[in-house]
Nanobody, 121 residues
Framework: QVQLVESGGGLVQPGGSLRLSCAAS????????MGWYRQAPGKERELVAA???????NYADSVKGRFTIPRDNAKNTVYLQMNSLKPEDTAVYYC???????????????WGQGTQVTVSS
């Protein structure tokens, strides 16, 4: 099995910054992609930022220029650096990873437990 453990959420004022972390552990043979999604109350879960093993990185239009998704491949860890936060960024943020657990196996998606980010004065 694969576990994704998130940390770093909290309360921040508008214009502030937060850094989320997500560490993948368990039976990991290879990771095809990792990223962050968020879900605000009453809304569907949406992609925030993600990268693939091929090197491409995608960002939601609403966070371009404010968020980045650095990573540490050696530690199977992805971060979400959030700057210039706005109240509309308030949501539960989920880490997602597309992982193969053995050679020749299929890639499956795994989710973290979620971490709350609240942007408010």
């Amino acid at each position: 099995q694969v576990q994704l453990v998130e940390s770093g959420g909290g309360l921040v004022q508008p214009g502030g910054s937060l850094r989320l972390s997500c560490a993948a552990s368990g039976s990991i043979f290879s990771i095809n992609a990792m990223g962050w999604y968020r879900q605000a109350p009453g809304k569907e879960r949406e992609l925030v930022a993600a990268f693939t093993s091929g090197g491409s990185t995608n960002y939601a239009d609403s966070v371009k220029g404010r968020f980045t998704i650095p990573r540490d491949n050696a530690k199977n860890t992805v971060y979400l650096q959030m700057n210039s936060l706005k109240p509309e960024d308030t949501a539960v943020y989920y880490c997602n990873a597309n992982v193969r657990t053995r050679w020749g196996g299929r890639y499956d998606y795994y989710w973290g437990q979620g971490t709350q980010v609240t942007v408010s004065s």
